[in-house]
């Protein structure tokens, strides 16, 4: 089992910063996979980003050049640096993990945290 808690949501302006956290417990490793999704009020869960081992590194075309990912192995956790954020990068921001490779289906990761929230304001 993989427990999952995110941390670091809030009110952002558009334009502003925001860095998201995410603390692995239980079997995670570093081979696994860990991705971050977001879920705007009425809409499907979308990927965001994901991070195998430390340097391998996927995006949504909607995310790239404005956001990181990146992990500390040694603290089991992964973060999202949110920079230049826009108005609708407004949603629940979910972190999930899974073994294998990367993929951009969250139907094929089995772990999942409760979730954070974050609002960007224009």
């Known amino acids: 089992q993989v427990q999952l808690v995110e941390s670091g949501g809030g009110l952002a302006q558009a334009g502003g910063s925001l860095k998201l956290s995410c603390a692995a417990s239980?079997?995670?490793?570093?081979?696994?996979?860990m991705g971050w999704f977001r879920q705007a009020p009425g809409k499907e869960r979308d990927f965001v980003a994901a991070i195998i081992w430390r340097t391998v590194t996927y995006y949504a075309d909607s995310v790239k050049g404005r956001f990181t990912i990146s992990r500390d192995i040694i603290k089991n956790t992964v973060y999202l640096q949110m920079n230049n954020l826009k108005p609708e990068d407004t949603a629940d921001y979910y972190c999930?993990?899974?073994?294998?490779?990367?993929?951009?289906?969250?139907?094929?990761?089995?772990?999942w945290g409760r979730g954070t929230q974050v609002t960007v304001s224009s």
């Open positions: 239980g079997r995670a490793s570093s081979n696994y996979v």
């Open positions: 999930a993990s899974r073994q294998g490779r990367i993929v951009t289906d969250a139907s094929e990761y089995p772990y």
